[in-house]
């Protein structure tokens, strides 16, 4: 259950919200709801820490959540909430600022409805209709708002249990399958919270490395091919997930079909000679069978070298290989001091 609930977590990382700007001068008729406000815009400023994690975001994707890049369809939507905003200013009613797109990492707290309302300036966080012209109001799960039932037709994200705005449930389709998640960055503990995902992390070290290891091998061409069942990212990046895949990951779709992959590949690699020359023999006890990187379980890598060898053998000691380049390069050095060389 706990593994579910940190998923559901993850992916709610990607909780898009728009983001206004609370001006503390605000004037409230209600006390009781300046009180709330308060308290709420002090947690509301907490987010403020989510601007540094959006550098967890993959650099070439970032351009997705500026402004500029807003698909037609959402400006079009903010014109018709600037054009209602005029509308309320002339009828003299409350103050509403045009949302900003952004990407948080947390859920959102559980807030008093009142506060969230209060907070919203007593509007749509939608189109900024006042909300005594709206009675019924609906919450946004990704934006942690209120939205009028214009704004809000109870549509479920692709997360079941999620009900989301007509906003949000574009924004999440837009973004749907693009890694821009590293969860890496984001938060390391759900690698040990969430334990799908952490089968996915393993397999997917093994992918990286007997990839590169088939793509140098030209009897490879089929059972590459299969690597086409699921996102190239997968194959290449570790961490960096779409919601796509943190959704397929919960539902327990992904991680049978990259064991698959991963078995094909192994199988290839076993029966095929042109591999398994580019294998190790580890060093420190020349056992007789041959080592690769991808064999994470058992196999450790010289960081300098790259040379492979058992896990258990390796230990803390040093690298043989490393060691033999290291004597044979003092021997020249010395040999050509002494003039011998
Ligand atoms: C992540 O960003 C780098 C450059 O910053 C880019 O080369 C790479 O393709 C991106 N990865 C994905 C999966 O989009
Ligand atoms: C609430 O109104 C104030 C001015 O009255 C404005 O500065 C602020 O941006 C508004 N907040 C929201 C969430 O629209
Ligand atoms: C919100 O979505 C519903 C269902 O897709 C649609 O009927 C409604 O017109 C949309 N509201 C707005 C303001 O676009
Ligand atoms: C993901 O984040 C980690 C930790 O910040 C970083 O080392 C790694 O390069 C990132 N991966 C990608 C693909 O951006
Ligand atoms: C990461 O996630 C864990 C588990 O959900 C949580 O306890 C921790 O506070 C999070 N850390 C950060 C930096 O958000
Ligand atoms: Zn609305
Ligand atoms: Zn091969
Ligand atoms: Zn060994
Ligand atoms: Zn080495």
Known sequence: MEDINLLLLCCCLACLIFRSS??????????????????????????ETDIQ???????????????????????????????IKVKSRLRG?????????????????????DAVVAAQNFSCAGCGTPVELSKRLRYCDYLGKYFCDCCHSHAQSSIPKYYVSNFSKHLLCSIWHNPIFNVSCVNKTLYTKAKELNRAREIQE????IKK??????????????????????TTELHLFSMDDLVKI???LLVPLLKDILKSSISHVENCELCQVKGFICEFCQSSDVLFPFQTAIC?????????????????RECPKCLRIAARKMFSEAASETGLL
């Open 93 to 113: 009613t409350i103050d509403w600022a045009p949302p900003r797109f952004q990407i948080v990492f947390n859920i959102h707290p559980s807030l008093k409805r």
């Open 22 to 47: 609370l001006d503390p001068d605000s004037n409230s008729a209600e006390v009781t709801a300046q009180k709330l406000y308060r308290a709420f815009r002090k947690r509301w400023l907490q987010t």
């Open 213 to 234: 290891l088939l793509k140098s091998c030209r009897f490879a061409e089929s059972v590459l091919k299969e690597f086409e069942q699921v996102s190239s990212h997968l």
């Open 300 to 316: 450790k890598r010289c960081t300098v070298c790259k040379a492979c060898f058992h896990k258990q053998c390796f230990q803390s």
């Open 53 to 83: 994690l959006s550098s967890c975001l993959n650099a070439t994707k970032k351009t997705f959540v500026n402004q500029e890049t807003i698909p037609k369809e959402f400006e079009s939507s903010v014109n018709l909430a600037e054009e």
């Open 206 to 209: 093994q992918l990286l490395h």
């Open 250 to 252: 919960k539902q327990g």
